[in-house]
């Protein structure tokens, strides 16, 4: 018994090192870029998206002086302001979320609701394949009766 026990709890140590292996791996490189999961996902969708100047991140310095912004002394921003790449502002990356959100709202149609939902988070009623491709949100959901009108973003998909 003794023997199994030592064989699952070294299964669950190693589990755990590679879990907080991968968890450092992540924020180290975000320090390196001095880039948030969500900036990265807003600069992905910059560089693929059809524009006439090249994108570029107005907050990456390189790494060096990125590990001295995460890490350094309090004298290099006041919080509100920080530092950026040469021929950017502190509003280039707003600039850019609300130019994708601009672009999000022309490409969005009007849809026509055909079968009544309930607000359910798994909603069964329409199949599997529907359920298990549900986005998770925290937040209620919207019911909606037939005939009512919802705009669509995805346009993609």
Known sequence: MSLIMTVFSIGLSVG?????????????????KN?????????????KRKRQ??????YNLGWKKNIHLVFGSSS??????WPVVEGCHQYSLTMEQLEQKNI????????????NY????????????VSWHTPCFDIARIKLQVNETVLVTRFRK
């Open 16 to 32: 755990v090192v590679i879990a907080v292996g991968m968890l450092f791996y992540f924020q180290v490189k975000a320090i390196l």
């Open 35 to 47: 880039q948030t999961n969500i900036e990265d996902w807003i600069v992905e969708k910059a560089t």
């Open 104 to 115: 999000k709202k022309a490409h969005s149609q009007p849809v026509l609701v055909v079968k």
């Open 76 to 81: 290099i921003s006041n919080g509100i302001t």
């Open 53 to 58: 100047d090249k994108f570029v991140y107005p």
């Open 118 to 129: 309930n607000g359910r988070c798994l909603p069964l009623m329409f199949g599997l394949k």
